[in-house]
């Protein structure tokens, strides 16, 4: 493989702009290599440049600048008429495939390069495959362009929609494609089978195939037999979607905890549990007012009762007013925790009334709870201060949890899904999206989602579908209007799939091309129905040997069969399928011309 270097720079003596071309490149995923007559310039690269060749269009002769279009060609070249303004120009044209836009990237390259002619600006530059620098930027750039660039736009992709269902024909490799995603979001590295045994990818990651039999019970949750005791009953069980969504959502909270806190929140809320169990009341009606006992006759005026409830977590303190009237204060221990850990900085004289007064928006009382925090920290603080500083507490940084289904279509949505039609809105991700499951009376107290069930905002959901399944249309348009939709074609992860296949990848690359072509232009069928490349892969395994014909009666022959199946001239297109398949040469456009009027 070569790799070449297009300025359009060279279009500049002919006074045309150079964003022009860009332009047109651009939206033609075309490369433009330089005038098409015999004696000019891009004649001398039309057998040249060969199939497969990577291309960059760069935006000038600058080549350090940071934009630009790459692509790999995907046909010889072939002449292409183009009007200006005042003259027509007959270039040599190339169709490039997994054409991309590479933006702000940190990739350069020099300009040690061999080009056509030295006495002006040169339309087409190769890079010198010696050239240690020029090896590295072709490897970024083919990275890039089978990988980064079109993994970054699926990634944004299904970040800013939640939900995104990867669909095109079959072989198109869609399944490896969500697990690679996945794989980037979590990991942040390519898949390879070591991943599914990675921690991490285990915990963020969960894969299920829907198929007709596939329901609520499994997804959601349902009710299962237990044996116990020897008696069978029923119990209610969390399905797969809901249990990934609990660990999704324990990390949620996690990262959300303020650690600067939590050391705080946590001891003080135990040692006020102990402190109770500690306290000796005796109510005494003296000068001093009421005083608790036992623990260091901290003044307390004028509460008359202290009562904790255990079950509920939380402290009753009945106090006398000033007009003598009793009143029930009734604090939760986490807001007790809160209140001592808000003052805790300072020392019990310097705590200010008032505060106290304002936080329990009892303005015209004294406080009633000093002398209970002031016996608290005569007790335990030094022990707290000491069990803070023993204790250090990671942070949890925030993980995405990517959810695959594969083949999506082959269930009943609907039902599968049940209440979660309302919540898988991206729209209504986090807790405005709760509903109430169907077994929502059986959930246990404790249970994260007792009070409804919602999908926390870091789950995302990959779905994968063939476009010519007959089980597409069980998916209601309410339900895909909530999911974010990509197609993948066959040439998108071409070169991925087949990167492996050594000697027979190019040859497997132009049959599987040539087959496509023949599948739209001889059987008149949509992109849909091409072959991906997950089909051609095996070529490479023993049991085949590079032997194409084996592949052809094994595998393709009965699928393009069914593609054509009622088709009045089904036997004649079966062999013009065949011939196309075994053909020597590129299925090109050579000879066509295209007029592009620019007026």
């Known amino acids: 493989m070569n790799c070449w270097v297009i300025s359009p720079n060279v279009l500049n003596d002919k006074s045309e702009p150079v964003e022009d071309f860009i332009e047109l490149m651009s939206k033609n ?41 790459a692509g790999l060609v995907n046909s010889e070249a072939y002449k292409y008429k183009y009007k200006g303004n005042e003259n027509n120009y007959t270039l040599q044209a190339i169709n490039l495939k997994n054409f991309i ?15 056509g002619e030295a006495n002006r600006i040169p339309a087409l530059y190769e890079l010198k495959s010696d050239n240690t620098n020029d090896k590295k930027v072709i490897d970024e750039v083919l990275y890039y362009i089978n990988n980064g660039g079109k993994m970054t736009e699926y990634i944004e992709l299904l970040k800013s929609n939640k939900n995104l269902i990867l669909t095109g024909a079959p072989g198109t490799g869609k399944t490896y494609l969500a697990k690679q995603i996945a794989s980037k979001m979590i990991l942040n590295k390519d ?31 349902g009710l299962r037999p237990e044996n116990k005791n020897g008696n069978i009953g029923f119990i209610r069980k969390d399905g797969v979607f809901k249990a990934f969504c609990k660990k999704a959502l324990k990390n949620l909270k996690d990262s959300e905890k303020d650690i600067s806190t939590l050391n705080y929140e946590e001891i003080i809320k135990k040692y006020l549990e102990d402190f109770y169990n500690d306290v000796s009341m005796e109510i005494t009606n003296s000068s001093e007012g009421y005083k608790i006992y036992g623990i260091g006759g901290g003044i307390a005026a004028p509460i008359i009762d202290i009562v904790y409830k255990e079950d509920e977590k939380e402290f009753r303190f009945t106090v006398k007013t000033k007009n003598d009237r009793e009143h029930i204060i009734i604090k939760k221990l986490d807001l007790m925790a809160d209140y001592y850990k808000k003052f805790i900085t300072k020392k019990p004289e310097e705590w200010k009334f008032k505060d106290f007064i304002d936080e329990l928006k009892i303005t015209h009382y004294h406080t009633y709870i000093y002398g209970f925090l002031k016996a608290f920290y005569d007790k335990y603080n ?44 991206s729209g209504y991700r986090g807790e405005k999206g709760k509903v109430l499951t169907q077994y929502a009376n059986l959930i246990e107290d404790g249970d994260e989602f007792k009070d409804g069930f919602y999908i926390p905002e870091n789950v995302y959901i990959i779905g994968t579908m063939n476009d010519i399944d007959r089980s597409v249309e069980s998916m209601d348009f309410a339900m895909r209007r909530r999911f974010a939709w ?19 990848k190019y040859e497997t690359i132009r049959r599987m091309d040539n087959l496509n072509n023949a599948i739209k232009e001889k059987a008149e069928l949509s992109e849909a129905y091409y072959i991906g490349a997950a089909y051609f892969k095996k070529i490479k395994d023993k049991d085949y040997n590079g032997d194409f014909d084996k592949l052809w009666n094994i595998h393709l022959k009965m699928l393009l069969f069914e593609y054509t199946r009622g088709m009045a001239n089904q036997e004649e297109i079966m062999k013009n399928l065949k011939d196309a398949y075994n053909s020597n040469s590129d299925n090109d456009t050579e000879g066509e011309e295209e007029i592009i009027d620019e007026e």
């Open 486 to 504: 990509k197609e993948i074609k066959a040439e998108d992860t071409q070169e991925t799939i087949l990167n492996d296949l050594g000697d027979l």
């Open 101 to 115: 836009d590479i933006k702000d990237k940190s990739i350069s390259w020099n300009n040690n390069c061999a080009y």
């Open 29 to 69: 995923h075309v490369a433009l290599i330089g005038w098409g007559e015999d004696n000019e310039l891009g004649y001398k690269f039309k057998n040249v440049i060969k199939r497969n060749d990577l291309i960059i269009i760069a935006q000038g002769a600058n080549f350090q600048k940071r934009n630009f279009f």
């Open 191 to 221: 898949y390879d089978e070591s991943v599914e045994n990675d921690i991490n990818f285990k915990e963020q990651c969960a894969f299920v195939q829907f198929h007709p039999s596939y329901d609520y019970t499994d997804f959601v949750e």
């Open 382 to 425: 030094e022990k707290i201060e000491q069990e803070k500083n023993n204790i250090t507490i990671e942070e949890v940084k925030k993980k995405d949890f990517v959810f695959i289904i594969d083949e999506i279509n082959r269930g009943e949505i609907s039902k599968i899904f049940g209440e979660l039609f309302f919540s898988v809105d």
